[in-house]
């Protein structure tokens, strides 16, 4: 099903004029820390105190497989940065930086050292929206342009925290949101289609095969 395109889709001009007044630096409408600090590779630890989200649990369409996050154990001494919902994480290190929103946070869990937490303080920026942004192509060119490191490509904290971000209203994040979705919607189900008819035609190709065989 394909959705209808907003009004500021439609008209670029309009939507340009509109970005562009509401651009602020995302230190100012969030903080930025830093993940667990984790000596070397996270220990799995049966019956630990948390859990640690790494990169191999979530993916940039914004799934989170909940289910293999690790059980480790953190020093309770110490003050923890417990994810919460609502809650970005920023994929920090490697060749692609994205960001994925967390609506839900199921266990007591804190972020490995390759993300950047992304906790917003003010009401007029939606979690989802950033995420979205950040994902998208003026973002990510920022950051292609902005990376370092020759074994392995990070970016740091003050450049991610000066990322210029647009800020239009509520109601038309809601909107971008909601498209961004149903957009990931559609190409979940394109997929689906693709493997299915690629197994119809393995199924066929089985079949001339085996027919083959029995003239032989």
């Known amino acids: 099903m394909l959705v209808a395109l907003p009004w500021f889709c439609k008209h670029n001009y309009a939507s340009k004029q509109l970005m562009q007044k509401m651009s602020v630096l995302l230190k100012s409408m969030a903080e930025v820390q830093a993940g667990h600090p984790f000596r070397g590779s996270v220990p799995a630890i049966k019956g630990g105190n948390a859990y640690a989200l790494q990169m191999r649990d979530l993916n940039p369409s914004g799934e989170v497989a909940w289910d293999g996050v690790v059980c480790t154990e953190i020093d309770a001494r ?36 390759n993300f950047f937490l992304i906790r917003i303080n003010s009401p007029v920026l939606l979690p989802e929206f950033l995420a979205w942004q950040i ?27 000066a990322l210029p971000v647009s800020v239009p209203t509520l109601v038309q994040q809601r909107l971008i949101v909601s498209l961004a979705e149903a957009a990931v919607h559609e190409e979940r189900q394109l997929q689906a289609l693709i493997h299915n008819r690629q197994k119809q035609l393995d199924a066929l190709a089985f079949a001339l095969v085996s027919n083959n065989l029995e003239m032989n």
């Open 78 to 113: 110490k003050p923890i940065q417990w994810l919460e919902p609502g809650d970005v994480v920023f994929v920090a290190r490697g060749a692609r930086n994205y960001a994925v929103c967390l609506k839900e946070v199921p266990k007591p869990t804190v972020c490995s050292p």
């Open 135 to 161: 994902n998208r192509a003026p973002a990510q060119r920022y950051f292609a342009s902005s990376a370092e490191g020759s074994d392995q490509l990070s970016i740091r904290r003050p450049v991610l925290e």
